[in-house]
């Protein structure tokens, strides 16, 4: 399924000064927040790498028809399904509408919720904003090429019809390292909307829970980390000292006479000690 996205903006610069700075495919990265590179291989042929909600994609794209001062018309021949065209009418003397169609095909989970929420229009939006901010800043185009192509032709608005040789690139580009923030948010603010949506009208929260429940995250590997630890060294047991064998002959009391009662025994132990006299 494709999506279509319409969007205008008036810039307060004459209809030429607007045209020409268009022309200039090489700076569309300076105002085109999802652009990083086109590359002019010819007059009719570019080639385009962008980024969108996290999602980097290539391709080619051939100009269909090109009048000056009117319209640019595209379609891509190689990688990501897209065409529109952009328009130019002017407003008096010095102003000009630029009306942008883009119609594209979405390709992988990513870039299909990412169309649900509208971050392609809210991007073409801030494109156009930025071109309006860039051109009145300047005042005047950074170049201009006012060559035609297929013009009478009236080919219209070109859709995806007018782009049969491109079969989307199937994620050759490859997803950036946004691409799973991007996605997680974008499912995260899809689940909420829906959840506020139900309950504001009612319903049921356990129906809503079960029909917008997420898969449960994958588990997490945790890693055990064993400290190994030093062994303390064993103290040496110092054997028990034999007590002392008394020593025959060797007693200080074997001089003391053996006298036990007496004031005379008190009076001769206690000469030369201080105290009172008996």
């Known amino acids: 399924m494709t999506t279509k996205v319409e969007q205008s903006i008036q810039v307060d610069v004459p209809v030429t000064t607007a045209y020409d700075q268009w022309t200039q495919f090489e700076d569309f990265p300076h105002f085109m927040g999802g ?5 002019q291989l010819d007059d009719r042929r570019l080639r385009w790498v962008a ?21 640019i018309a595209w379609a891509a021949t190689a990688g990501a399904t897209n065409a529109g065209a952009v328009r130019f009418d002017p407003v008096g003397a010095s102003s000009t509408v630029v ?5 594209y095909e979405p390709e992988g989970v ?5 169309d649900k929420l509208g971050i392609v229009e809210r991007q073409v939006r801030g494109d156009l904003e930025r071109f309006k901010k860039l ?47 991007a ?21 049921s929260e356990d129906r809503t829970a079960s029909a917008e429940a997420a898969p449960p995250p994958p588990p997490v590997e945790s890693t055990v980390v064993v400290e190994t630890v030093t062994p303390v060294p064993s103290v040496e047991t110092i054997p ?8 025959a002959g060797d007693s200080v009391l074997d001089d003391v006479p053996d006298t036990t009662t007496g004031k005379e025994h008190l009076i001769q132990n206690d000469e030369g000690r201080p105290g009172p006299a008996v």
Do not use: C, F, M
């Open 51 to 71: 980024e969108i909600a996290g999602v980097r994609r290539e391709w080619e794209a051939s100009i269909l028809e090109q009048v000056p001062d009117q319209k």
């Open 240 to 247: 028990p000292v034999d007590p002392l064998e008394p020593v």
């Open 35 to 39: 652009v990083k590179e086109v590359r």
């Open 135 to 181: 051109i009145e800043d300047q005042g005047y185009a950074s170049g201009a090429w006012r060559g035609g192509i297929n013009e009478g032709v009236g080919v219209g608005t070109p859709g995806v019809e007018s782009a049969p040789a491109s079969q989307g690139d199937s994620g050759k580009a490859g997803v950036s390292g946004k691409a799973v923030a």
């Open 99 to 103: 009306h942008l169609t883009l119609e």
């Open 110 to 114: 990513i870039e299909q919720v990412g």
């Open 183 to 203: 996605g997680v948010a974008a499912a995260a603010a899809g689940v909420a909307a829906g959840v506020a949506a139900a309950r504001s009208s009612g319903g």
